[in-house]
């Protein structure tokens, strides 16, 4: 379980393709506080610890999660937005992430607002009906307010603001028209579409 609040960015440096894709990321962490076995979310995406060394640590991604998240992610040299796993007692200061990536978005738009920095992104459609105004949006492991949500004969799009702070202490200021973005969408719209469907298929149970 993890709240979109970064805490590092590490940057990949070294991928191998064995019968998983194992990546080695260097990071500011002190590793030696990093169990064996520990979950990292990796710009988005809950991943394993399966070795690590001074200032930096390996995962194994799977063919379904490669299949599943930004697949230019996990190259040489890029940089990934960083967090550990939530521990009891800690601040909540995003939101309740899972480190499921639900879906890629496509930024459409990247453009000044103020002091921060407005980004428009197009959805897949099977995202579309889990955004709402004010609602909340993981991306590539950021917890983000959506601001606004338009839906058109073609496609739903939603935008974001990115204040300084966040710009400065994660990958998003990389952002630019074309980048794919990890999404996870609201753990409650999830289980309130687990109930519909429900619903539809049981027409006489009542929920």
């Given at each position: 379980?993890?709240?979109?609040?970064i805490?590092d960015?590490?940057?990949?440096?070294?991928?191998?393709?064995?019968?998983?894709?194992?990546?080695?990321?260097?990071?500011?962490?002190?590793?030696?506080?990093?169990?064996?076995?520990?979950?990292?979310?990796c710009?988005?995406?809950?991943?394993?610890?399966?070795?690590?060394?001074?200032?930096?640590?390996?995962?194994?991604?799977?063919?379904?999660?490669?299949?599943?998240?930004?697949?230019?992610?996990?190259l040489?040299?890029?940089?990934?937005?960083?967090?550990?796993?939530?521990?009891?007692?800690?601040?909540?200061?995003?939101h309740?992430?899972?480190?499921?990536?639900?879906?890629?978005?496509?930024?459409?738009?990247?453009?000044?607002?103020?002091?921060?920095t407005?980004?428009?992104?197009?959805?897949?459609?099977?995202?579309?009906?889990?955004?709402?105004?004010?609602?909340?949006?993981t991306?590539?492991?950021v917890?983000?307010?959506?601001?606004?949500?338009?839906?058109?004969?073609?496609?739903?799009?939603?935008?974001?603001?990115?204040?300084?702070?966040?710009?400065?202490?994660?990958?998003?200021?990389?952002l630019?028209?074309?980048?794919?973005?990890?999404?996870?969408?609201?753990?409650?719209?999830?289980?309130?579409?687990?109930?519909?469907?429900?619903?539809?298929?049981?027409?006489?149970?009542?929920?």
């Open positions: 379980m993890f709240t979109g609040i805490t960015v590490g940057t990949i440096d070294a991928v191998e393709q064995r019968g998983d894709l194992r990546v080695r990321i260097a990071t500011h962490y002190d590793t030696d506080t990093i169990e064996m076995g520990a979950s990292i979310a710009s988005g995406a809950c991943l394993t610890v399966v070795q690590k060394g001074p200032g930096w640590f390996a995962v194994d991604i799977s063919a379904e999660s490669v299949a599943r998240t930004a697949a230019e992610r996990w040489a040299g890029n940089r990934l937005n960083l967090e550990r796993a939530l521990k009891v007692g800690d601040e909540l200061g995003g309740i992430v899972t480190g499921h990536v639900d879906g890629i978005g496509t930024v459409v738009a990247v453009a000044p607002e103020g002091d921060s407005r980004v428009t992104i197009a959805v897949p459609e099977t995202l579309a009906p889990h955004l709402a105004a004010k609602g909340s949006i991306m590539d492991g917890s983000l307010t959506v601001n606004e949500v338009k839906d058109t004969a073609t496609d739903t799009r939603f935008g974001v603001n990115i204040i300084p702070h966040t710009a400065a202490m994660t990958t998003l200021a990389d630019a028209p074309g980048s794919s973005v990890n999404l996870e969408i609201d753990i409650l719209s999830r289980y309130l579409l687990r109930v519909q469907d429900y619903r539809k298929s049981h027409a006489n149970v009542t929920l």
